[in-house]
């Protein structure tokens, strides 16, 4: 199987506001990486897991409602990165509440060493897991745990 293929478990890699910015902005906080490295580290690691990815970012809140409607539909499980969205949004809390797969919520850097309103998520209380503080190690760590949460035999 190629990692293109169908049979593969189809993993939503969700991205949330400013995240596109990334290497631009805050580097002290959020390092020099930017999302373009992220999606290849994303696409590698699921590559080597057999899981295939669909990478997505947006600024706003009702797409990533939509990505999550249709992951729901269509992916195995999800991987959410809410950004700013994470301390605000009920309305993504309640869109990741109506899927039945794995979501795995990722922050870059550790939002519990933060400003306090930084500290408090609505996915959290949604998501099978929480990694925080990895840096874009994080998205890696929940694509592997993903694929042990849908059954996908460990690489050899």
Same mark, same amino acid.
């Given at each position: 199987m190629?990692?293109d293929?169908?049979? %593969?478990p189809?993993?939503?890699v *969700?991205?949330g506001?400013?995240?596109?910015? !990334? +290497?631009k &902005?805050?580097q002290?906080?959020?390092?020099s990486?930017? %999302?373009a490295?992220i999606?290849? *580290?994303c696409?590698?690691?699921?590559?080597? !897991? +057999?899981? &295939?990815?669909?990478?997505r970012?947006?600024?706003?809140?009702?797409?990533?409602?939509?990505?999550?409607?249709?992951a729901?539909e269509d992916?195995a +499980?999800i991987?959410i990165?809410?950004?700013a969205y994470?301390h605000?949004s009920?309305a993504?809390?309640?869109?990741l509440a109506?899927?039945?797969?794995?979501?795995?919520?990722?922050?870059?850097?550790?939002?519990?060493?933060?400003?306090?309103?930084?500290?408090h998520?609505?996915v959290?209380?949604?998501a099978?897991?929480?990694i925080?503080?990895?840096?874009s190690?994080?998205?890696?760590?929940?694509?592997?745990?993903?694929?042990q949460?849908?059954g996908v035999?460990?690489?050899?």
């Open positions: 190629t990692p293929s169908p049979a %593969l189809l993993v939503f *969700l991205n506001p400013n995240l596109n910015l !990334l +290497g &902005r805050q002290e906080i959020y390092g990486e930017t %999302l490295d999606e290849s *580290l696409h590698e690691t699921a590559s080597r !897991l +057999g899981l &295939r990815v669909d990478f970012q947006s600024n706003a809140e009702h797409v990533l409602i939509d990505w999550i409607h249709a729901r992916a +499980g991987v990165n809410p950004a994470t605000t009920v993504i809390q309640d869109a109506a899927c039945p797969q794995p979501i795995l919520e990722v922050h870059i850097s550790n939002i519990h060493k933060r400003e306090p309103f930084r500290q998520s609505f959290s209380a949604v099978s897991a929480v925080s503080g990895c840096g190690q994080g998205y890696a760590l929940a694509l592997a745990r993903i694929a949460l849908v035999p460990p690489p050899r």
